[in-house]
């Protein structure tokens, strides 16, 4: 991983798998400037080379979102971690958020609105997904019967993130809260899906994380509904195709994540992306940032 940024008035205090995290020392609220990356992960591991220009295309879906999420969709307005009218330092413009203090909560909201991934090879085996059963004859790439939430525990960089159940998420976040991270990740989906929708696009499953602020407000935070946290389909392949391939022509890193599946055996060191593979998902990104902004 290649070493962060120094920003001047910014100080650098963590990095993921794709963001860096800085804080500003001399703000009384705490502020943080959160930098995409370039960098690409799969199967938790962080893959090289990166994706140009990824770190500015997820940023900008992100902020996109985030407006359309503030009632900008005609839906109420969910409380997110941006700071109004903060300034993105020069060296990071376009790919930067200036972000309010947060108590960040380890659970990944998981969003499943389509049969696909861990999934499908879960309800091939089980007839399940993430212990919750689903109707008997289902395909590869089928809709559900209604979105399903199935959160995740976040586990530290390097490590997997572990499939939990619902009970599991009240033992770590509390019952009142757990209940609200799962009816807020469905409402979200189901707004951003609806969105998806009109621009020819499936929103098949997605990610959020949220974090509660110093007077207890849930905000959501970090990236959401961007090509790294979801998975996009083209609604007309979906609908006129025959094999899974045809169906889920995707608009996220499914190129990156399919190509290492049948090139490393997730043991040791990633290998290396090949060159085209590299420049078709960096295309992927861009075409959802048009497809749905009209960037």
């Not at 979801?230 to 609908?239: E, F, K, N, V």
Request: overall charge negative; charged content about 25%; glycine content about 10%.
């Amino acid at each position: 991983m290649t070493s962060p940024l120094a920003i001047p008035g910014w100080r650098h205090v963590y990095s993921g798998k794709v963001r860096d995290l800085y804080v500003d020392d001399d703000a009384a609220d705490g502020r943080m400037l959160v930098v995409a990356s370039d960098r690409v992960s799969a199967f938790d591991h962080v893959l090289s080379p990166g994706i140009p220009g990824k770190g500015a295309l997820l940023t900008t879906l992100s902020l996109w979102w985030f407006g359309r999420l503030a009632g900008a969709d005609g839906g109420r307005a969910i409380p997110n971690h941006l700071v109004d009218g903060a300034e993105v330092p020069d060296a990071v413009a376009g790919r930067a958020m200036v972000v309010g203090k947060l108590d960040m909560l380890p659970v990944e909201c998981v969003v499943r609105g389509y049969l696909t991934g861990s999934g499908w090879a879960e309800y091939r085996a089980s007839g399940t997904v993430c212990g919750l059963p689903l109707p008997e004859g289902l395909s590869n790439g089928d809709r559900l019967p209604e979105p399903i939430y199935t959160p995740a525990y976040k586990a530290p960089l390097g490590e997997h993130d572990e499939n939990i159940s619902f009970e599991q998420t009240v033992e770590l976040v509390g019952a009142e809260r757990a209940a609200q991270l799962r009816d807020l990740s469905l409402e979200v989906y189901a707004r951003a899906a609806r969105t998806a929708e009109a621009h020819g696009l499936i929103l098949a499953d997605t990610k959020f994380e949220f974090g509660v602020d110093a007077d207890g407000v849930l905000r959501l935070a970090d990236e959401v509904l961007t090509s790294d946290s979801s998975r996009y389909w083209d609604a007309a392949a979906w609908a006129s195709g025959t094999t899974p391939e045809e169906r889920m022509a995707s608009f996220d890193k499914q190129i990156v994540r399919d190509w290492l599946a049948a090139h490393w055996d997730k043991r040791g060191t990633p290998p290396e992306l090949p060159a085209d593979i590299v420049a078709r998902t960096a295309d992927k990104y861009r075409e959802l940032l048009d497809r749905l902004t009209g960037a």
